[in-house]
């Protein structure tokens, strides 16, 4: 299973990130009419006493080509925004990628995003952690990744 899984997340990222064809997303990545969705893992760029809790998994990050261009599609996690920020971006055919919110370069093994006129609810933020029973000092760190994030909105996608 986590062969299959890694598999999995290994075919939806090479297209997104070496530019090669998305034949073989057939065979491991549930579709999706004609996307094709894997797992990834989103990072916040923040400083070390924080990076123990700026991973999030990604479960929805699509890909599919129209027209000969890839495109991907995404949503960034609620625990960084609060509110829903859908990203849309398609291959410019160099490397990177370009969207109405965001701006990526992508090696074979990670895709870099710098974002622009994301919407932020730092109460929703909040209240999300809360229900989950996050509280104190921990609330506090946590926090902080959302105002680096709301700050400086760029990540990195990780294929796993």
């Given at each position: 299973?986590?062969?299959?899984?890694?598999?999995?997340?290994?075919?939806?990222?090479?297209?997104?990130?070496?530019?090669?064809?998305?034949?073989?997303?057939?065979?491991?990545?549930?579709?999706?009419?004609?996307?094709?969705?894997?797992?990834?893992?989103?990072?916040?760029?923040?400083?070390?006493?924080?990076?123990?809790?700026?991973?999030?998994?990604?479960?929805?990050?699509?890909?599919?080509?129209?027209?000969?261009?890839?495109?991907?599609?995404?949503?960034?996690?609620?625990?960084?925004?609060?509110?829903?920020?859908?990203?849309?971006?398609?291959?410019?055919?160099?490397?990177?990628?370009?969207?109405?919110?965001?701006?990526?370069?992508?090696?074979?093994?990670?895709?870099?995003?710098?974002?622009?006129?994301?919407?932020f609810d730092e109460a929703a933020v909040r209240d999300l952690f809360k229900r989950r029973g996050i509280e104190g000092i921990e609330l506090d760190r946590r926090m902080a990744v959302f105002e680096h994030f709301s700050g400086?909105?760029?990540?990195?996608?990780?294929?796993?």
């Amino acid at each position: 299973m986590k062969s299959l899984l890694i598999a999995s997340t290994f075919a939806l990222l090479m297209p997104l990130c070496a530019h090669s064809a998305p034949e073989n997303l057939h065979a491991y990545a549930a579709p999706l009419g004609d996307w094709k969705r894997s797992p990834s893992l989103y990072e916040v760029p923040v400083p070390d006493d924080l990076k123990d809790i700026a991973l999030f998994e990604i479960k929805d990050v699509r890909v599919r080509t129209r027209d000969g261009v890839e495109q991907i599609k995404y949503n960034l996690p609620l625990e960084l925004t609060g509110v829903e920020n859908r990203i849309r971006l398609s291959a410019n055919g160099d490397g990177t990628y370009s969207g109405a919110h965001a701006e990526a370069t992508c090696t074979e093994k990670t895709c870099s995003l710098k974002y622009r006129d994301l919407k932020f609810d730092e109460a929703a933020v909040r209240d999300l952690f809360k229900r989950r029973g996050i509280e104190g000092i921990e609330l506090d760190r946590r926090m902080a990744v959302f105002e680096h994030f709301s700050g400086d909105p760029a990540g990195i996608i990780h294929r796993r």
